[in-house]
């Protein structure tokens, strides 16, 4: 029941910076591991940073130092920042949710049981 909608991608010229929004719906963010993927195509779906209920963070290293994750449990919305933006991030992002915590690693696609439709972010050089 839970749904997860992202918004904000499109394009950003390299040095540049996006801001993405997944707004959820069916449960409070709160109580969930709350994370970002992304897909290039051929590639594995790479997860890039998630926030827990405890407010714990993680993040992969190739976005560490360059992206945020955040969330705003009032308007039950997840956040991306992206800043410095490389060709290389280029990708389909995706906000995904599991229940409670994250656990200490960056996050597992094979963890995560609800996802959102995608959202496109294209970096041009």
């Known amino acids: 029941q839970v749904q997860l909608v992202e918004s904000g991608g499109g394009t950003a010229q390299a040095g540049g910076s996006l801001r993405l929004s997944c707004a959820a719906s069916g449960a409070r963010i709160g109580s969930y591991c709350m994370a970002w993927f992304r897909q290039a195509p051929g590639k594995e779906r790479e997860g890039l940073a998630a926030i827990d209920s405890d407010d714990d963070t993680t993040y992969a290293d190739s976005v560490k130092g360059r992206f945020t994750i955040s969330r705003d449990t009032a308007k039950n919305t997840l956040y991306l920042q992206m800043n410095n933006l490389r060709p290389e991030d280029t990708a389909m992002y995706y906000c995904?949710?599991?229940?409670?915590?994250?656990?200490?690693?960056?996050?597992?696609?094979?963890?995560?049981?609800?996802w959102g439709q995608g959202t496109q972010v294209t970096v041009s050089s």
């Open positions: 995904a949710a599991k229940f409670h915590l994250c656990g200490l690693r960056t996050p597992r696609q094979t963890d995560f049981g609800y």
